[in-house]
């Protein structure tokens, strides 16, 4: 069974860093590009940044380039979101997905993504 697991999730102030992995397990994600979305309440799910099947090609929304990387690690099967620089209006449960695309490229559209993880908090305030 495919599954994405979240973590890293939590508290953090102002300015302050977090790290959120994504766990796949079931398969390999050598095939897959990832992205990261994240969905405050009462507003649409939106594309933070994603990441190509191979690592090599990266894309980020505006509201976070600068602040947010990520990364990959094909043969732990994970993904990566470093965030920095947090800002309240960070504040949203954030999602990674991922799609089977083996082109050097991703995209951060919901709608096209196959596979969903279930989410993890992340709350910026002082």
């Known amino acids: 069974q495919l599954q994405l697991v979240e973590s890293g999730g939590g508290l953090v102030q102002p300015g302050g860093s977090l790290r959120l992995s994504c766990a796949a397990s079931?398969?390999?994600?050598?095939?897959?590009?990832i992205g990261w979305f994240r969905q405050a309440p009462g507003k649409e799910r939106e594309g933070v940044s994603c990441?190509?099947?191979?690592?090599?090609?990266?894309k980020y929304a505006d509201s976070v380039k600068g602040r947010f990387t990520i990364s990959r690690d094909n043969a732990k099967r994970t993904v990566y979101l470093q965030m920095n620089s947090l800002k309240p209006e960070d504040t949203a449960v954030y999602y990674c997905?991922?799609?089977?695309?083996?082109?050097?490229?991703?995209?951060?559209?919901?709608?096209?993504?196959?596979?969903w993880g279930q989410g993890t908090q992340v709350t910026v305030s002082s």
């Open positions: 997905a991922a799609i089977i695309m083996v082109q050097a490229t991703c995209v951060m559209t919901t709608h096209a993504m196959g596979y």
């Open positions: 990441i190509s099947s191979s690592g090599g090609s990266t």
């Open positions: 079931g398969f390999t994600l050598n095939y897959y590009a």
